[in-house]
Every structure is written in structure tokens, then in C-alpha cells.
């Protein structure tokens, strides 16, 4: 039996880029749960669960990289309105090094393969 190789295989962003999409988004200011679901599809993440990113921002409240507050709306119910903590903001720069150096290891990956890609084209030519 013959595969057939597929055009191309997804493979995703790691399962926890999450997080630091959300410290990034609120590093850059205080935001509530729907705008901050709204913002993440600008960086790669058009799918967020909003119950998954609600969780995350709990999950970071209590681990104090965030913190939230009820505010009033004129338009609504109340919201609640994260912000980031100079721990967060501590995390947010560790992660930013670590997302630095899984992109230098995606980009030697890329080239790489590139380098083959180009070898088997021009052997079959």
C-alpha cells in the first residue's frame, strides 16, 4: 500500500503560546476578556476556545502575572478588566527569550530543508 503525501501537514503553534500572547497583549495595555479575544487572532491565533482563554486569564490572576478588577460599563454589565504585574511583565521577557530561540531553531529547521528541497528538484532535472 502507497501513501499519497499530503500538500501540507499542520502542525501549530505550541499548545501554550497562549499565554504569552496574552501577557504581550496586555503588556501593551489593560484590556477586558472579549477585546483580548478579539486581539490574539492578530498574533497566529484565530481559534482561541473562549472559555480556554478565560481560563488562562484566571489561571495567571492567581498566579499573579495578572491582575484583575471589576469595571463598571456604561453599556452593559460590568467587565473585568486585566492588567499586567511586574511579575508578568517578568515572565513576559523569560518567555520572549525562549520564543527567540525556538524561532532561530524553526529558521536553521527551514533552511535546511530548503537546502534538500532545492538538491532533489535539481536532481530530477
Given at each position: ?51 480556554g ?17 471589576w ?30 530561540e ?24
Open positions: 500500500m502507497t501513501r499519497t503525501p499530503p500538500e501540507e501537514v499542520a502542525v501549530g503553534l505550541p499548545r501554550n503560546y497562549l499565554r504569552p500572547c496574552l501577557l504581550l497583549l496586555l503588556a501593551e495595555g489593560t484590556s477586558h476578556g472579549y477585546e483580548l479575544l478579539e486581539q490574539v487572532a492578530a498574533l497566529g491565533l484565530d481559534r482561541v476556545d473562549p472559555g482563554l478565560y481560563r488562562s486569564l484566571r489561571a495567571m490572576d492567581e498566579e499573579g502575572l495578572v491582575r484583575s478588577t469595571q463598571p460599563s456604561t453599556t452593559g454589565p460590568a467587565r473585568r478588566t486585566y492588567e499586567l504585574t511586574d511579575e508578568g511583565r517578568e515572565w513576559l521577557h523569560a518567555v520572549a527569550g525562549s520564543l527567540a525556538f524561532a532561530r531553531s524553526l529558521d536553521v529547521y527551514r533552511r535546511r530543508y530548503e537546502a534538500l528541497a532545492l538538491d532533489a528538484s535539481q536532481a530530477r532535472t
